[in-house]
Every structure is written in structure tokens, then in C-alpha cells.
């Protein structure tokens, strides 16, 4: 089960994941982030340092958003990740297509260009 | 065997018949004789009696006769019985009327004893068949739904009967007391027995009215022979024979047979004006049975509706009916009427839509009181005056209504009411049921789908893998109890190159068997054209991002083994890193490199991120490919096998053959999971690499 709330910092809206995205959960992750691109923020981050396991279906989510923050010019980056859930990016490649930071502090600066 | 009983009982009537009219003759010749031995004054020289022996033999035999008759017609109905008694009844009085009439005809010979005496025994003789012959029938009537105090008592009277039958012999003084003793206990038993109607019940209208005539009949020629009896004028006799009515056995035959038929008769009379209930009660049971049946008749749902319109409309005697079958949004679907055609039907739709009080009782918020019956007794449509509804509901939803019209106010009573909502009940059991019944096979027929795709993608996979000169293959899969995209192939590009690849399809389930065919496809095909791994892996990402959906990707492993020059090429597109043993090292070494999954970037840039790396091999070492339904099984507290127990076990088992190495491998990871069923689909490959056993000769 995964649950996903949201907040914003400093005009970044910031998604907290918590728990585990399988096949199913990934269904309320795609809504969570499809409803994140209707608020009209240039930055979202999302926070994955409660994400115990993502499998491919959840990874399959992240990769279909890629696109579509392009083109809306949307800042897009995740960070927190423990050591297992980045290891999973990094083996499929996706780390270097989405920009992943170790800490919030980290991708604020990248946002605000410090 | 059945057939052998009745041809067998055929013959013992025939004897009985036989035997019986030779009885009759034997005393009616002893009755002469007797006559003749007191005219002559000489006696006569046999017992006094005789004749009354004979009479005995005679009543046994006719009654026997009759028995084994009734016997054989086990099925005759009721009608059919007391039919016998009133055609048997006709023949002897009609025998008896024309004796009557030739010896008032000729009353010069009939006065003569001798002939008046004949003329006796013939009457007798009649008396007795249609008297045996009313009581076999009499017995199976009382015998009907027997109990067993009731063949009891019936056994003690047949006995009381035989009894009294033997005492014929002894000329007990009439109505004595000892007489009076045994003839009032066979009429108490009449009696007694006479209250065994039950099969008056089970006759309907016309029947009971056949039944009051015959019986009628039957009961008249009973008075006559009564009658007759008691006229006989003994004093033109040549000798007085047996007075049947001074015999208790004939006059308790009489009792029971005049009480039973009366009983009969009265009883069928006062049951008349019943009748009507009775039926329809009958018809009522048998409706429900047909619905109850419904369920294992495997009817439609339509077909238990008709069924429901037509048992409502006979249970509270409505004069028109219809049925609104309605779908999840509660849109009328389909309508069934009864004595009212489309149109009468949506006017009278339009006019309950208009009733303020039935739009009350519809806006119900309590499902539960909107459940039970809605009646208007008033009511102006068409020729009706009062109407019934009934809103259907089948698993806690509206799926109907039942509307019953009467073309009188007042219509309907709670009987009628609770009947036809035991109907109703039971028909929305059974459309529950079918409805279950046909979930359940669209569940059996979506299983059986899924098994067929499962086992289509099995055979997608290769049982056995290509291998050259210098390598040692196995393989292992195993799919997940949902469908999944593992995916392993080979291909022998030449006599020392061949390619080797695992893969893993995003996502589970039938899409996910689809990709993997695709991902087969593109393999076998792109293998072909003898490509390098960076090419391979540039071309099947461009050929996929055609065919996947825009959240699918596949994560794949590319491997050349060039057994001419000893080495592996690889390139990686995000699939889990291969493990690869030095034997000179005794060490399990990872194959990173760059690499990003199949469909993730869908433009030219993904040749950017393929990097191919070339490594040398030697005999003895090893190569593991693997899924990550393997390195991240796991065990109930959530722990994952890992790639360091994989390592470990490859170096544990080094020794052992290529096969034998694989199946550690899965059986530790199977302990380790604890023989949990894995939730993803788990796929190895093992390339040991050998001396090569074609040793190309050395070139001299």
C-alpha cells in the first residue's frame, strides 16, 4: 500500500511518498502526479524517503511523466531515496532521466539554481 | 419378473373364478338333492351341511377373485374403482330384474320348488359377486394413504369377517347374543372404518361429481338386494336354505358397505363448494415447485419471470398483470404483460408515476420498507379498480416490479398477499442463482483465459537454449500465479558466435505476456541480421517504443559469446547486472556498465546511453543472468535473497555441473523464501564455460 500526500515549500509543490508501490499502488501514484501537473507549479519534487519498494509498474509511472514535464517546462526531480529504491533506478537507467538528489535541501538548491 | 407375478395372478383369478362357479353348482345341487330327499322322504344321504359348505367355498373364491383383479390395477383412480362397483352392480341387477321378471312371467314353473330353489341360488350367487366385489373395492378406498393402526384395524375386521364367515357352518341362533356381540362389533368396525376418506380430497371438481353418481347407483343396488333379501318368500322354497340376513358375516358386509358408500357420498357432497379452494391451493404448490425447480432447470431470467407473472396472476385471482424488469440504473429494460398489451402497460406506467402516494412510497430512503407490497385499492385504469405492486429485489438491488390488477376495488386480502409473495421469494432466489451461476462461469471462462495465455507465453520461452563448442547451458523459470514478462532466448549467429539474452517486461498480467511476445519477436528477428550489441540494442529500442504503451518498458541483457577469440561482449539496457566467475580468481564479479531499460527514452538518444563491454573468458568460469524475481525474492519478514547469496552459492557449488550448480541456486533462494510462493516470476541462466571438446586441430 502506498500513501501520497502533498505540500508546497517555497512555491515547490513537494509529494511525500510513504509505503510501497506495486502494480496496484501505482494506479493512486499516476493520479497523485497527474493531479500534481494540474496545479500549475513550475517545480515538483517528490520525496520517496518513506518508499520501502517500488516495482517496475511503479517505475513505469515515473517514466511516462518524463514527457509531459518537458514539454510543460515543469522542474521534476525526486529525492530521498534509500539505498535499495536508488539502486532500482540506477540499474534501469532511469536516474538519468529524472534528476534524483539525496536530500531536499539538495534539489531546492538545484531549483532556486544555487 | 413383474410380468411373471401378473401372468400369475391371471391364473389364480381364473382358478378363483373357476372354482367358484363350480362351488355355486355344488351347492345348488345339494340344495336339490336335499329337496328331492325331503319330497321322497327318503333321506338323502348327505350332511345337513353341505350347501352351507359350499356357500363358504363360494364367498372365499369370489372374493379372491376380485382381490387378485384389484391387484393388477395398483394405478386404477379412484373413478375407475368405484366405476367397477357400479358396472358390476348393473350386470347383477339386471341378471336379477329379468329372474324376477321370467318368474312372474311363468309363476306356474317358478312355484316349483326345484326351479324356485334354482332361481334362489342364482340370486344368491349374484348377491354375493356384487357384494365381495363393492367390498374389494371398498378396501383399497379405505386402504388409500394408509396408516399403520389404520391396516391394523382394517386386518382385525377382515378377521372379525373370516370369523364370522365360519360360523355360517354352526347356525348360530340369529341375533342371539352371542350373535348380537359379533354382528355389533363388525358394524362399530364399519363404521370406524368408514371415516377413511382421505381420497375424497384429491378429487377435483368433475371427479367428485362422477364419484356422488356412481356412488348413488351402487348404493341403490345395495338397497335392492337388501330388499330382495328380506322379500324372499322362503315359504315357496322346497327347504329353507341359509337366510343370508340371518348370517352375521353377510349382514356386517352389508353395514360396511352401505356405511362406507353413504359416508362416501355425504362426504364428497359437503366437500363440493371446497373444491375450488382445494385446487387451487393444489395448482398454487405446484407453481412454487416449478419456480423452486427454476434454479437447476438453468431457465433464463426471463423465462422465471414469466413463470413468476403467471403464478401470481392464478394466486390472488388477478384479472391483468405486468412485470417491469429493470437494469443497475433502475431503466425499465424489458416489460412481460399479462392480458395487457405494450401501450395498456405504459399508461398504466403514466398513471402510478402520477399517484402522489406511491411516489412517497418509492422515494423510500429504507430499503427495507420499500421491500414489502404496495396496494391501491382504489384504483380507476381502464376496466381495473384495484391494483397490487410488488417492487423485486435480487442481491439488495431493485431489479423489478410486479403490478396485479383486479377489475374490482378491494381486490386483494393478506392471503392472497402473503401467497404471492412467497412467489415472489422464491422466483428472486432463483434469478439470484442464475445470475450467481452465470458470474461464476464468466469467472471460470476469465481463468481459463488467463491459463491459456499463461501457458502461450510458457511456450514462448525456450525449453533448451543454443550453446557452442565452449559453454555449458542451463536455464530455470518459473512463472508467478499471475502472468508475467520474464523473457530468455538464444541465437546462434555462427558456428563460434551465439547470443545470449534475458529480459524482463514491466508490469504483470496478460499485457505484460503481450510485451514479452513482442520482445520475442524483435529478438529472433533483429538476431538475424547479425548485429553488434550497441546496434541490437538501438534497433529493439526503436522497435518498441513503437509497440509499448507509454508506462511499459522492458529491461533486457545482450550477450555475445565468441568462442573463437574467448570473449563476452555485453550491453546492458537496465536490466539487473549479470554475475560473472573467475575461476582464476574465485570471484563473482558484477557486469555494470551503463544501460537504460527498453522503451524508457523513445527518441534516437537512447544510442547515447548503450555501452557495450568486451571481456575475456576461460575455461572454468562462470555467467549467471538472472531476473529480480530471483535477487529480491523474499522471506516473510521482508528480507531479500540478495545478489552476495547468489555469489556465494555460485562459489559454494563451483565444482559441481552446470545444472546442478543452477538448481543450488533456486533451492537456496526457495529456503531462504521459505517455500512462500514468489510474487514475481523468477528466471536463471548458467553458462559454464569448458575446455572446448571439439579441440580444433593444431594447424601444422
Redesign the interface.
Known sequence: MVDITDYTEDEILILEVKGEID?SSSLSL?QAIADALKKNYRNVLVDLSKLDYIS??G???F??YI?EFKQKQIYFALFGLSE?VSNVFQ????D??IPVFPTLEQAKNQVHGV | MEKRVLKFDKYIARICLILSILSWLAMMASHQIVIFGLRSSTPSGIPPYTPDLFLIGYTLLVYGFFRTKLLKAETLNVIELLWRVFVTGLITTIISLLLELAASFWEGIASNPFIAMVIYDLNTGLILCFLLSTFAVLKKLVLYQKSKNLLRTWRFFEGTLLFALGLVLFNLEPFGASFNLLLGLLVVLSLVLAGNLKWVAYLDFKEKWRSILLLLLSLVYQLYFVGYLIGIPFEHLGTRPTDLLSQSIFIGLFAFCLSYSLFALLVILFNLPTTSVFEKKFEEAMNFSKLSQSKHAGRSEEEIMDLLLHSAVSAVLANAAWIDMHNEEGDIVRSIGHELSEKEIEEARKQLAANPVLREWTTLKDIKKQKTSFTLQAFDFGPYRSLLLFPLFVQERRYGTLCLLKDVSEGFNTNMIDIARTFINQACVSVENHLLLEETLDNERYKEEIKIAKRVQEELLPKKLDKNSDTSIACYTKASAQIGGDFYDSFSLDEHRMVLTIGDVSGKGVSAAFHMAEMKGVFQSLSQLNLTPEKFLVHANQALSRCLDDRSFITLSYFLIDSRKKTIQFARAGHCPALFYESSKKSVLELHGKGMGLGLVRDESYSKHVEVTELAYKPGDMLFLYTDGISEARNPAKEEFGVESIKSNMINHVSEKTEIILSRIIESARGFCENQLPDDDCTAVLVKFQENRLQEKPVS
Open positions: 502494480a499516476d517496475s509498474a517505475l513505469g509511472v517514466m511516462s514527457q535499495k540499474i534501469l537507467g532511469l538519468q532521466l
